[in-house]
């Protein structure tokens, strides 16, 4: 079936970028400033943070008090649209046997409306693992290639954090990285205590909101809830940071609305545009372009490539390796609460901060892994949660619970027990395996009839040693200061280890590699197999260090947009 | 032995209601330890690939959907459909668990029964699944004239009922009280929460709490494997 150029996209494009979130945003902002004429292709609907978010609105103002539902699952003012690990019309599957859940957004700028801003380097070591320890794939770059793309990256979004000197956790040039505020007193507590009794450096995180002033983005007003986005544009969204530049080049036109399905190629087998659904009124359109750029999210682009079927690709588009989909990962997490005397009844004062995580603990072990005393091989970080924040329904709920009493010594209790509680999570890195994998389900389509995701999930023995350490440790760390864990500990680590996906760290779909037989792209991000197509989120990792994915989507974004922009001054494409 | 003393001072059995008291706030919604990475579906709680309960569940139209105003959220977007008797229960028990004083409004005051008609009408799973756990205690109550009863009668009727184990409705409904209070402004204050006050810098913990926390710290001893 023929199927018709967009009528109000008939003027020509060099390049089609799909997907707004830190893949997309990013390259569709460089390769605009480049002067490169860019159509953004957006799922979900258009989304303005200066004009929607709730920054002072009270949870007792929401329904049922801003309690998460199957509707707003984060809560109701968290910042995501339309999304959600369910996405009415729009299901995906889970194989047997498997553990796996997808988080998603529709909308314009996706996850980066809400994330954590945790926005750590990989360090060197991290694009080299199999030549370190056999496990894995190497990169094909390494940390020498991305370092100018990190500082580039961090000098444009505005990054809080130190220079620590930390052992394959990168230091940033100086003068670059925001200060970063003080440790609340859970934290504080936390790098007293680990310090002490585990010997774990606590330090001051690396997230992605301004402590001053930056270009035209005013500094955090510490009031409100990151989760919620930035209507100040004092933290990063695509949709503050990356596309209102971009579109003030004139060089961006943005089409929201519009689930991309396919990339097509022409009769050289280049990439020469896209199809996408209109998903107002169900009908399909398609626009041409020189160049295409996937930053649909990992699973997303890899689902775009096999549907992407033709003669010279049966299989899925830039799939000659069979790679498409393969090789995914996630974090390895184990993550526990506990109640920590220490921290009871402490003075009330203003612990809001930046909202998020002021500190962190970066990987510890690497002299007890080259002493042999660890059964797994590669790195972990903790990241800390608590405090005294603007409470919500479940606190309350879990404090009463806490107390055990009823009537005025409720109301103390409470008190005494409000910001007692911590929650610290150990992420660790999964190493990719041949039972974790994304494929088109052979009978499930979505509501525009197009065959939808089913995943496969399992953790291998390595996986396994990582969680395994990471309960003991928080058993242990915990004990030694006195806190009581209040998460179950009995399950088996099978179970204790959390599904695939639910961390949110999806990466390695599309992976790049150095060579076309075991891998999708090359080490600028093209596909090995498709000329002018590009996959610039973490589909294309090679592997997926224990630090947060973000800053490096955005930094090989930027590397591949800068790639193309070669290209095409080169006429090359 | 089950109720050996930890080093924390709690008994085990403390400890295995405290666990629960997690457990069991999580179905509430996110707590402020949760934040990050699905609200309340983390810790150990399997997290369903694509739910047939949400379908199931809900209808779209039923709830606020997927893309509410969140500037000017509402709290009609369902009809209200709990009886005006229990809503009078409702504000009696309430005050009694949670009970006012000179400094500290009375649940009642402050909306609770507001609260609970939105909740215990609203149309998902979790809210679903309160309502059927909760009407036949609230008419039970009703029946027995607990709101009408003197103030000393309705403390020693919910000591009874907090004293046993199988009242899992009056667990409920203590956490959803005590979870709805602390969340309006008035309990958040009275709870110590202090702030959404935009501010130039920001200030730090104070140095009592400073000090306070590098004493405790000071005791602590390094971790010795046992292994
Ligand atoms: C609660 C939470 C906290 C997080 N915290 C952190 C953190 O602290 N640090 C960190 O590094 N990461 C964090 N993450 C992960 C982070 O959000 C993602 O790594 C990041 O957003 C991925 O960027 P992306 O551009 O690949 O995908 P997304 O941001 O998801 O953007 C993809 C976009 O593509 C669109 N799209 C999808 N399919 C199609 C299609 N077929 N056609 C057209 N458009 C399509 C989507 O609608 C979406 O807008 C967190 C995630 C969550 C959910
Ligand atoms: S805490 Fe700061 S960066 Fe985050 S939403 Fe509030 S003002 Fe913006």
Known sequence: MPVPNDPLLDSEYDVTVVGSGAAGGMAAYVLANEGVKVLMVEAGRDYEPTLETPMFNLPSEAPLFAASTPDKEQGFYDATVGGGRNIPGEPYTVAEGSRFSWWRARMLGGRTNHWGRVSLRFGPYDFKGYSRDGLGMDWPISYEDIAPYYDKVEGLIGVFGEAEGIENSPDSPAGLLHKPPKPRAHELWLKLALGRTMNVPVVPAHSAILTRQHGNRPACFYATDCLRGCSIAANFQSTTVLIPPARDTGNLTIRTDAPVYEVTIDANGEANGVKFIDAETGARHRVKARAVMLGASTAESARILLNSKSNLFPDGLANSSGQVGRNMTDTVKVGMIAQVPALEGLTPYNDEGVSLIHSYAPWWGYDAQRAGQLDFMRGCHLEFWGGRLQPGVGDGAMLAGLSGKIGSGLHDDIRRLYGSTVYISVNGEMIPNDGSYCELDPEVKDRWGLPVLRFNWRHDAHDYATASYQKQFLIDAFGAMNATILSDTSSPIEQTIRAGGSVVHEAGACRMGASAGDSVLNANGEAWDVPGLYVVDAGAFTSNPDKNPTLTILALAWRAADHLVDAMKRGER | ?227
């Open chain 2, 1 to 227: 032995m089950s109720d050996e003393t930890k080093s924390s001072g709690l008994t085990r059995r403390q400890t295995i209601a405290w666990t629960a008291a997690v457990a069991g706030a999580l179905g509430v919604g996110g707590t402020l330890l949760m934040r990050q990475y699905h609200g309340g579906a983390d810790d150990g709680e399997a997290l369903g690939p694509y739910d047939q309960a949400f379908d199931e569940g809900v209808q779209a139209s039923e709830g606020y959907g997927g893309d509410p105003d969140l500037l000017n959220p509402r709290r009609d977007y369902w009809p209200r459909t709990v009886s005006a008797p229990h809503l009078v229960v409702i504000d009696a028990l309430a005050d009694t668990v949670l009970p006012g004083d000179e400094t500290r409004p009375a649940p009642s005051m402050i909306g609770i029964g507001d609260f609970f008609s939105e909740w215990l009408s609203a149309p998902y799973p979790a809210q679903r699944g309160d309502r059927a756990l909760l009407e036949p205690f609230l008419e039970q109550l009703h029946a027995e004239g607990f709101a009408n009863a003197d103030k000393d009668a309705q403390v020693a009727r919910a000591e009874v009922l907090h004293a046993d184990e199988t009242e899992t409705a009056f667990a409920r409904f203590l956490r959803l009280t005590a979870g709805a209070y602390y969340t309006t402004p008035e309990g958040a204050a009275i709870m110590g929460f202090i702030g959404n006050q935009p501010m130039q810098e920001w200030p730090g913990p104070p140095d009592d709490v400073i000090a306070h926390l590098e004493r405790e710290a000071a005791k602590l001893t390094p971790f010795k494997s046992e292994l």
